[in-house]
């Protein structure tokens, strides 16, 4: 399989999925994460219209954003730390992996600094496993409230990575639960709060992710296969 084989299987998935569960396509957009992936490989997947990828590394995006077209919307996926926010808040399109308050003070801070907005998704640990980054659901409202009255910094949505599992119907719940967040702040109505993205769903489980209401979907092995990590890049 070819990446362009991968792409159309992808596309035609999430045209099949949004047909069968009244979902309009054009609201549901595929985000292609080439983490680790080469320059040819992201060109290919370009060159076959796709124009949102997904980076979890501030250097690794940062290398591979002079090689490509200017007119590619650039995904921070990957947990940030505080001290690399000055590099990408003015380069990608959306932060997805908001995590704390201090990280969105600083997101504010050299926001405003090189005067652009940054549009930015909390990232929620829906599943509460112990491993992963995000916001508890308890302490999620509370920080918007807080990131809300930043200057230089809007929150769009919610963002979740749901667990690995072989059976990606276990995973439906939480996509539900983040949905059901999402719809519980929308009705808060706060000042320079929206809610229209969800990003849930990867390589594994994004069918189910759309059933359930996802508007981004991020999908890397199912694109440019499996991801090989060497020693020195983890
Ligand atoms: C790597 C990654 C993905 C894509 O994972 P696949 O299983 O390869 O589709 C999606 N979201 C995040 C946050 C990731 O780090």
Redesign the pocket.
């Given at each position: 399989m070819t990446i362009i084989d991968n792409l159309n299987c992808v596309q035609q998935d999430i045209k099949n999925t949004c047909k069968s569960h009244n979902r309009n396509e054009i609201d549901v957009t595929l985000i292609a994460?080439s983490?680790t992936k080469p320059i040819d490989m992201i060109k290919q997947a370009y060159d076959a219209g796709i124009r949102d990828f997904?980076e979890?590394k501030v250097q690794e995006l940062m290398d591979k954003i002079p090689s490509l077209p200017n007119d590619i919307r650039w995904h921070m996926?990957?947990h940030l730390q505080k001290n690399k926010v000055k590099y990408i808040v003015d380069k990608a399109y959306l932060i997805?992996s908001v995590d704390s308050l201090e990280l969105a003070l600083e997101i504010s801070k050299e926001a405003k600094k090189k005067q652009v907005i940054a549009d930015i998704l909390l990232e929620v640990n829906i599943s509460q496993e112990s491993s992963k980054f995000g916001l508890s659901k308890e302490k999620l409202i509370p920080v918007i409230e807080e990131i809300a009255k930043l200057d230089g910094i809007r929150i769009k949505g919610l963002m979740t990575?749901a667990p690995y599992t072989e059976n990606a119907e276990e995973n439906r719940v939480y996509f539900h639960n983040l949905r059901q967040l999402s719809v519980d702040i929308k009705e808060k109505n706060i000042d320079n709060v929206s809610m229209n993205i969800l990003s849930m769903g990867?390589?594994?489980d994004y069918r189910i992710a759309i059933e359930e209401g996802a508007t981004y979907i991020?999908?890397?092995?199912?694109i440019f296969g499996e991801?090989y990590y060497h020693n020195t890049s983890i």
């Open positions: 994460v983490k997904g979890n996926i990957g997805h990575v990867m390589s594994g991020r999908v890397g092995s199912g991801r």
